[in-house]
């Protein structure tokens, strides 16, 4: 998946991410195989790989290696479904990150319930403080853009914005500052 993902890309003009676990970060030649690939692309800048927070990814060496080279050649590090488990705002610090994607399970309902919007604020003030962007993901309604937007999430993912295609003509994340696109993608 890691080659078909970084040869679909290679001529296009997206950014891209490859959702990573534990164990790829420790088997070697994945990660021979990400270093390779990596080297290869034309502009490094636009991988980024998303390391699930529900993993309980730890800070070994092998891990912060990992981050360290990766970011060296201008890749992005995100934490993928971030407030999901037991979200630790020190391991977020330690490890670099650059992109924090909010968990669905906190977004979908957002509108409507005020411990979701309290907890989600407090992680985007963090990220913010931190110089590290946010996406909400599971934006699925008017509602929920709308209290995202408010609390001022940088991106946002979801069906509000475009349903998943096999075809890739547009970004299923968009920046709130590129709200006109909703009526092209949606």
């Known amino acids: 998946m890691i080659r078909k993902s ?3 890309f290679h001529d296009k003009d997206f950014d ?3 959702n990573l676990c534990r164990e790829d970060l420790f088997n ?21 790989f998303e390391l699930l927070e529900t993993e309980k990814i730890d800070k070994s060496e092998e891990v912060l290696s990992f981050i360290s080279k990766v970011k060296e050649n201008g890749c992005k590090i995100a934490i993928d479904d971030f407030g999901s488990g037991y979200s630790n705002f020190n391991y977020i610090l330690a490890l670099s990150i650059d992109i924090i994607k909010i968990d669905a399970s906190l977004i979908k309902d957002i509108h409507q319930d005020p411990n ?3 907890i989600t604020k407090n992680i985007v003030n963090f990220a913010k403080e931190m110089n ?3 996406i909400a993901e599971y934006v699925h309604n008017s509602e929920v853009f709308s209290v995202v937007e408010y609390l001022g999430i940088d991106y946002v993912q979801g069906y ?8 890739i003509t547009k970004s299923s ?8 696109l909703l009526q092209t993608i949606t």
């Open 6 to 8: 970084f040869s679909f």
């Open 160 to 167: 509000f914005i475009g349903k998943p295609s096999p075809d």
């Open 116 to 118: 979701s919007m309290t």
């Open 173 to 180: 994340v968009i920046t709130l500052d590129e709200r006109f």
């Open 132 to 134: 590290i962007k946010t």
């Open 28 to 48: 070697q030649d994945t990660v021979s195989l990400i270093y390779k690939e990596i080297d290869l692309f034309p502009d490094p800048r636009k991988i980024t």
């Open 16 to 18: 891209f991410s490859v």
